[in-house]
């Protein structure tokens, strides 16, 4: 049998009662990883953001009448193109990343060498403001675009000219993507409800299928299989099966304003890329970005922001989270690479030149601890050093008896828990009044502090209300020959007073509340 | 039949000579524990009052090592001379009077010549005199005499000293010295080298201001050590150079009587010297010089071994032992001793080093407890199917003691605190229950408050563990009922749901859920929840039972019963109403019955029919504990006695008996079977689980599912019988069935190295032997057979004998 009264126990305060849910899963944790960063002063809304396809991954932001360019590590502005007539809507890099192609509402879509800036292509045909323009994932030489005139066009970049004119839908053309799996499929979605999906091969111009959200559709996205169409419109996103006939697979309504901008995110453990998993990131005009589970259907995630979010999109490597709001704040959310192992690859580099050891001598005091900090190795049998159990400078006292030094040494930490914890052990001990008897002024205004702090925190005011009153009884002669300690006394009677005043105005709740309980109770 | 629950702690065990066993006095039995395991050996059983003194014959020579030769003296008068190895009476010597303490000198003189003829044997006894009690009241009644254990016979006329109660005798370790303590004063007598019965041996008087309890005498010199009640420790150093000097070897220079030369010594006494040693808070009750004399060991109530330097004074301990010391022994192996401490356990140290190898652990002694609890405290559980019980300690645990093998099995630390044996008891377990399965445990621990504020009851839910079978801590609830005490803590009999009631006023309904996570990281998070609360007229509740098929509870608000549907948390209907709050409400098995006990002025037993509403029966009678059988409509009850008819009736039958055992139908007032128990004042009843593999009366019997009824008196001392089977009806704790396990601890040869052989085999070839050979001639078939069917000769051989011998059996017959 073990025998486990020989060793010291120290105090330990109260537990606290744990949330039934914990309070972080580990994907919430993921999520909240990417550490914020701000990029204001853009003008106006950000209309749209674009990551390019290619390493390092910068990423073009819309607002106004002008696209800028951000680079991944320093998050500060590489370019600027400037030269739009009108608000630019939307902007899609080229799979290689070398162009850009960035539409804005007099209905002219333009084409950038990214590099140099130089506008290379200009696209006129919309008769309205054009809303989306989209690059296929492996095609570089077509383009898709849609806009107020409720036409969706199919273009050949080089020779500037739409091929194709999709007409179907009945309102303006908000958003369209292609899909991930071929470049010849591509699906717009309209304010008059519905989701169209086109296959260009197709000269007849009619959908090859329409699904119908039931609110005006702000964003579309192919979901990386190729086979999920998500949409958003409304206060809900939903997930469409196409290969099932335009099937709604689910509809998630958690935000409570319109969803403005999805995009596909993935979560998972950092290091293994085959470990991660797609989620549908969200964002609103309520101000909350949401991750959503569509494998499990479940948020995993919300986060929120303090203006409406307008757009977001999500690096390719997984490194950064770009949300763009109304005001012309980019929140940028950023994961930490590990660019130690670059730095550590330099160094050793340099260190080249030093490589041979230095002789241990004694004259060095390394020389007495080498060793020491040596590894077992695998066959090695390992002689665990006893495990010293660490106690609190208060333990130490409990533990020599020495009650009001113990007191006092826990009122000077700054942990109110271990301070009720030992007082707890104190009254146990049936020693806590004679320990508050032999204070002197400096420690009973320690103490007057620490129950001005506390008493009316409900965890601890069961003991500290009794206590309190016991000690003002016990040393009122001290109180009174010391002004320090009146001024406790004063702090201690505010916080006082302001708990009576909660407390009156919790039960004028509860009297308007329980008549209403009791009628509610009857039916 | 089975009994247990001794106490191991009434008197000093003794180490056998290699040191790998101890002799533990237990009861009227001395109980043989292996040092190694813990385990009890075996027993010596013989005597019919408890022993008090037990004395292992010293090894002369190595080679006598393996000799295992004790003596043992009891309070029925006799003193009885072992061979524990086997175990064997080998000599009973009567002296008719009650012995508290035996020494016996001159087993430790070494023998210096074996020329000579072997001397009489003689021990110095500590009696009671309990012939002249009725002449002279106020007289005397301890006795130190003298005892010729080779005539077998006490030597009369010769009384060394008279002292108000009987004392323990101290012997030193070279057996030249005996001494008592009385009073204020210490008494030593040398012993004479020669010694014969008349010879009177010289006796000095060291005096003290305060009340000795405990002395120990130096193993060499002329040193002796006692304690008193305010933690003093003593010690004179050479003690009766004058009186004890003989003539030849006078030592000069040592009679020179001047005050000023002995520093501390009182009066006239005999002794050069007295320094005292104050460390002790409380009475001293262990002293032991080390065996080179060099140190000595002392304890107390404090629970803390201390062990001094003699010629320094300066000090080593061993502190949180937890429990107050009673004794230490020290064993021939210098490496190994023991102490006894309160609680009811041994502890055996590993010397040097004042580590804790292993305990021996007997079940846990009750513990007094302060203001409010008094009353309503039982203090224990029992396991229905295991065979567990669960008491409270006073080191803020719960012990886990079998009662079928007569051995605490572990122990679960409640409250996380250092216990302070000599503290007042502020914090303490007041409630323990069990779930009917044994797998779920709620304990109730209540902290008292110092004027009036730090108070604090907490109720905390357990759950055994799947592969260490051991509870841990599943959820605390801090003030379930605001500040009010827990009155009963009750499990449904099939869901994991608990009610607590209280004296506040209201129950509450607790539900464990076992929340298991998608994932399997998650670990699996159960937790206990307050799932409803109710309350009946703001009454305090004081008891509560699920019925058997969990589908009403029944929570008593003092003296009515409420009767609750516990799914939907509605109050069905309200019974009573007796004379005086009820204490305990429990329900007869699967029967319709519920009984309900209540205590104080009127006491009273009744049992409601919940198909009438109504009282079924009822009798006056102060009932202390309720134990139902869980699948029979019966029940039994532990009643006092009132005390008027303990003291009209003179009855022999009735001596020292305060308790009385019923067994009811609960359709029926006239009991079923009594049995009449002493101690019965918190005391306990319970039906278990009755267990064919260890008790060999059910083996025979052949009925598996039987129930057990045990009975637990005040002193933790318990009995296991079968209540319905036609065994005496006499139930005293006197009684003691041949019952005790044989452990066998260690294993030898081919059995230490690959462990037990598997013994399946023997016993099928027995089994489909013995019946099918209905000649007379059974050692004929024995070997018949396929030779690769046939097991080891070996193993044949015993069978094959055997069935020789019957046949012999058969034909004297």
């Known amino acids: 049998?073990?025998?486990?009264?020989?060793?010291?126990?120290?105090?330990?305060?109260?537990?606290?009662?744990?949330?039934?849910?914990?309070?972080?899963?580990?994907?919430?944790?993921?999520?909240?990883?990417?550490?914020?960063?701000?990029?204001?002063?853009?003008?106006?809304?950000?209309?749209?953001?674009?990551?390019?396809?290619?390493?390092?991954?910068?990423?073009?932001?819309?607002?106004?009448?002008?696209?800028?360019?951000?680079?991944?590590?320093?998050?500060?502005?590489?370019?600027?193109?400037?030269?739009?007539?009108?608000?630019?809507?939307?902007?899609?890099?080229?799979?290689?990343?070398?162009?850009?192609?960035?539409?804005?509402?007099?209905?002219?879509?333009?084409?950038?060498?990214?590099?140099?800036?130089?506008?290379?292509?200009?696209?006129?045909?919309?008769?309205?403001?054009?809303?989306?323009?989209?690059?296929?994932?492996?095609?570089?030489?077509?383009?898709?675009?849609?806009?107020?005139?409720?036409?969706?066009?199919?273009?050949?970049?080089?020779?500037?000219?739409?091929?194709?004119?999709?007409?179907?839908?009945?309102?303006?053309?908000?958003?369209?993507?292609?899909?991930?799996?071929?470049?010849?499929?591509?699906?717009?979605?309209?304010?008059?409800?519905?989701?169209?999906?086109?296959?260009?091969r197709v000269a007849d111009s009619k959908s090859v299928m329409e699904v119908n959200h039931g609110k005006p559709v702000e964003d579309v996205i192919f979901l990386p299989s190729g086979g999920l169409v998500a949409t958003a419109g409304g206060n809900t996103v939903k997930i469409w099966d196409l290969i099932g006939g335009g099937r709604m697979v689910f509809s998630m309504e958690s935000h409570t304003k319109t969803v403005t901008s999805i995009c596909v995110g993935r979560a998972g453990k950092v290091s293994g890329e085959e470990g991660r998993e797609n989620r549908v990131l969200s964002v609103g005009l309520d101000g909350y970005m949401k991750v959503f589970d569509y494998g499990r259907m479940k948020i995993t995630h919300s986060m929120r922001f303090p203006a409406p979010l307008m757009s977001i999109g999500f690096s390719p490597d997984c490194g950064m989270r770009v949300i763009g709001s109304s005001n012309g704040v980019l929140y940028v959310g950023k994961k930490k690479t590990k660019e130690e192992n670059v730095e550590s690859g330099v160094r050793s580099f340099w260190s080249l030149g030093q490589e041979e050891r230095r002789v241990m001598r004694p004259s060095y005091f390394r020389y007495f601890q080498r060793g020491q900090g040596e590894k077992p190795k695998e066959g090695d049998y390992v002689v665990m050093r006893p495990k010293k159990l660490k106690l609190a400078e208060h333990d130490k006292l409990l533990k020599k008896f020495r009650h009001k030094e113990a007191l006092v040494s826990v009122l000077d930490g700054k942990n109110p828990e271990n301070v009720v914890a030992v007082m707890e052990e104190l009254v146990a001990r049936r020693k806590l009044f004679k320990c508050v008897e032999n204070l002197n002024n400096e420690e009973l205004g320690l103490l007057l502090m620490f129950l001005h702090k506390y008493t009316t925190v409900p965890r601890y005011s069961s003991l500290l209300m009794g206590l309190t009153k016991k000690v003002l009884e016990m040393r009122i002669e001290d109180i009174r020959g010391s002004e320090a300690l009146k001024d406790q006394i004063r702090n201690l009677k505010r916080s006082v007073e302001e708990e009576i005043r909660i407390q009156h105005s919790l039960q004028e709740i509860q009297g308007i509340i329980s008549p209403l309980l009791r009628i509610a109770g009857r039916r | 039949m089975k009994t247990g629950g001794k106490s191991y702690v009434s008197s000093p065990p003794a180490f056998s000579n290699d040191g790998k066993r101890l002799l533990v006095c237990t009861g009227?039995?001395?109980?043989?524990?292996?040092?190694?395991?813990?385990?009890?050996?075996?027993?010596?059983?013989?005597?019919?009052?408890?022993?008090?003194?037990?004395?292992?014959?010293?090894?002369?020579?190595?080679?006598?090592?393996?000799?295992?030769?004790?003596?043992?003296?009891?309070?029925?008068?006799?003193?009885?001379?072992?061979?524990?190895?086997?175990?064997?009476?080998?000599?009973?010597?009567?002296?008719?009077?009650?012995?508290?303490?035996?020494?016996?000198?001159?087993?430790?003189?070494?023998?210096?010549?074996?020329?000579?003829?072997?001397?009489?044997?003689?021990?110095?006894?500590?009696?009671?005199?309990?012939?002249?009690?009725?002449?002279?009241?106020?007289?005397?009644?301890?006795?130190?005499?003298?005892?010729?254990?080779?005539?077998?016979?006490?030597?009369?006329?010769?009384?060394?000293?008279?002292?108000?109660?009987?004392?323990?005798?101290?012997?030193?370790?070279?057996?030249?010295?005996?001494?008592?303590?009385?009073?204020?004063?210490?008494?030593?007598?040398?012993?004479?080298?020669?010694?014969?019965?008349?010879?009177?041996?010289?006796?000095?008087?060291?005096?003290?201001?305060?009340?000795?309890?405990?002395?120990?005498?130096?193993?060499?010199?002329?040193?002796?050590?006692?304690?008193?009640?305010?933690?003093?420790?003593?010690?004179?150093?050479?003690?009766?150079?004058?009186?004890?000097?003989?003539?030849?070897?006078?030592?000069?220079?040592?009679?020179?009587?001047?005050?000023?030369?002995?520093?501390?010594?009182?009066?006239?006494?005999?002794?050069?010297?007295?320094?005292?040693?104050?460390?002790?808070?409380?009475?001293?009750?262990?002293?032991?010089?080390?065996?080179?004399?060099?140190?000595?060991?002392?304890?107390?109530?404090?629970?803390?071994?201390?062990?001094?330097?003699?010629?320094?004074?300066?000090?080593?301990f061993l502190p949180r032992i937890g429990s107050p010391l009673l004794y230490y022994t020290d064993s021939p192996d210098p490496t190994l001793s023991s102490i006894s401490c309160a609680d009811n356990q041994i502890h055996i140290l590993k010397m040097p080093s004042m580590e804790i190898l292993n305990s021996i652990s007997g079940i846990k002694l009750p513990h007094s407890l302060p203001g409010i609890y008094e009353g309503l405290y039982s203090g224990f559980a029992f396991d229905y199917s295991s065979g567990l019980v669960a008491l409270c300690t006073e080191n803020y645990g719960i012990q886990f003691y079998s009662l079928f093998n007569d051995r605490g099995i572990y122990e679960v630390q409640v409250c996380e605190r250092n216990h302070q044996p000599a503290d007042e008891i502020t914090v303490v377990v007041t409630f323990v229950a069990l779930s009917q399965d044994g797998s779920m445990m709620s304990t109730v621990e209540a902290k008292l408050p110092e004027e009036g504020i730090g108070g604090l009851v907490c109720l905390k839910f357990w759950a055994l563990g799947s592969e260490n079978k051991k509870f841990s801590l599943s959820t605390v609830i801090y003030e379930p009922h605001r500040d009010a005490g827990i009155s009963a803590v009750a499990f449904h009999p099939t869901r994991n749901v608990a009610v607590s009631s209280s004296y506040g006023g209201d129950f509450k309904l607790w539900v464990c859920n076992d929340e298991i996570q998608e994932k399997g990281l998650m670990l699996q998070n159960s937790g206990w929840a307050c799932l409803a609360v109710g309350a009946y007229k703001k009454k305090p509740m004081t008891a509560a039972a699920f019925s058997c098929d969990g589908s009403v509870l029944a929570v008593a608000a003092e003296t009515v019963i409420t009767l609750w549907d516990p799914n939907k948390n509605v109050l069905v209907a309200v019974i009573g109403e007796t004379l005086t709050p009820i204490v305990t409400l429990s329900f007869a098995g699967n029967s319709e019955y519920l009984v309900s006990v209540s205590r104080g002025s009127k006491p009273q037993l009744s049992i409601w029919s919940m198909s009438k509403l109504s009282l079924s029966w009822s009798y006056k009678l102060h009932i202390e504990a309720v134990a139902c059988a869980v699948n029979l409509s019966s029940f039994a009850v532990l009643a006092l006695l009132p005390e008027s008819s303990i003291c009209m009736e003179s009855e022999p039958s009735f001596q020292g008996r305060d308790g009385i055992i019923l067994v009811f139908n609960a359709m029926d007032p006239v009991p079923v079977s009594t049995w009449s128990v002493k101690k019965a004042k918190g005391g306990g009843v319970a039906f278990l689980q009755g267990y064919t593999s260890s008790l060999k009366q059910n083996n025979s019997d052949g009925n598996a599912q039987q129930e057990l009824l045990v009975y637990i008196n005040s002193d933790r001392e318990y009995i296991l019988f079968d209540p319905y089977g036609n065994e005496a009806n006499e139930l005293g704790m006197s009684q003691q069935d041949g019952l005790v396990e044989f452990e066998e601890t260690e294993k030898f040869g081919y059995a230490s190295i690959y462990g037990e052989l598997p013994k399946l085999n023997l016993t099928r070839n027995q089994t489909s032997l013995v019946p099918s050979v209905p000649s007379e001639r059974p050692w004929e078939s024995i070997f018949s057979g396929s030779s690769h069917n046939l097991p080891p000769l070996t193993k044949v051989c015993s069978a094959f004998l055997e069935s020789l011998m019957e046949k012999r059996t058969a034909v004297v017959e």
């Open chain 1, 1 to 200: 049998m073990a025998e486990p009264s020989s060793s010291f126990k120290p105090v330990k305060p109260k537990l606290k009662p744990k949330p039934r849910t914990p309070k972080q899963t580990p994907e919430s944790k993921y999520w909240s990883s990417f550490k914020t960063h701000q990029i204001p002063n853009l003008i106006s809304s950000v209309t749209s953001i674009n990551f390019s396809p290619t390493t390092p991954h910068p990423f073009a932001a819309t607002y106004s009448t002008s696209l800028t360019l951000f680079s991944p590590q320093t998050l500060s502005p590489s370019s600027t193109i400037s030269s739009f007539s009108d608000v630019v809507s939307s902007a899609s890099f080229r799979c290689d990343g070398l162009l850009i192609a960035a539409s804005d509402l007099s209905g002219l879509i333009k084409v950038f060498d990214v590099k140099t800036r130089t506008p290379l292509r200009k696209l006129r045909s919309h008769t309205r403001p054009v809303r989306f323009v989209k690059y296929p994932v492996h095609d570089k030489l077509h383009l898709v675009s849609g806009g107020d005139d409720a036409l969706v066009k199919y273009w050949d970049v080089a020779t500037e000219t739409p091929i194709l004119e999709l007409q179907g839908h009945k309102d303006y053309v908000r958003s369209g993507d292609f899909s991930p799996v071929s470049h010849e499929l591509c699906v717009t979605g309209s304010y008059d409800h519905t989701v169209k999906l086109w296959d260009v």
């Open chain 2, 28 to 316: 009227n039995t001395v109980s043989i524990f292996s040092t190694s395991t813990g385990l009890q050996i075996a027993s010596l059983e013989g005597h019919t009052a408890p022993v008090t003194s037990v004395i292992v014959v010293p090894a002369s020579s190595p080679a006598s090592k393996i000799l295992c030769c004790c003596w043992t003296a009891s309070l029925d008068g006799s003193i009885r001379h072992w061979d524990f190895s086997v175990p064997d009476l080998m000599k009973k010597v009567d002296i008719k009077m009650p012995i508290f303490s035996m020494v016996i000198p001159s087993l430790l003189v070494q023998p210096v010549e074996n020329d000579e003829k072997p001397s009489d044997l003689f021990a110095y006894l500590s009696v009671e005199d309990t012939i002249e009690q009725e002449n002279r009241p106020k007289a005397s009644r301890g006795q130190i005499r003298k005892c010729n254990l080779t005539a077998s016979r006490l030597i009369g006329g010769l009384i060394l000293k008279e002292t108000p109660t009987p004392e323990f005798v101290a012997v030193s370790s070279v057996g030249k010295f005996i001494g008592i303590r009385n009073k204020r004063k210490l008494h030593i007598w040398m012993v004479p080298e020669k010694d014969s019965g008349r010879s009177v041996s010289k006796k000095i008087a060291l005096h003290h201001t305060k009340n000795l309890t405990v002395l120990a005498f130096h193993p060499s010199k002329r040193i002796v050590a006692a304690g008193d009640v305010t933690g003093r420790i003593l010690v004179w150093r050479g003690f009766g150079y004058q009186t004890f000097s003989v003539s030849d070897e006078l030592v000069s220079g040592r009679l020179v009587d001047k005050e000023e030369e002995r520093p501390g010594v009182r009066g006239n006494d005999d002794a050069d010297s007295c320094s005292t040693w104050h460390w002790h808070s409380a009475e001293v009750n262990v002293l032991f010089f080390s065996s080179d004399g060099a140190y000595l060991y002392s304890g107390g109530k404090e629970g803390v071994l201390v062990v001094w330097q003699l010629d320094t004074g300066k000090k080593k």
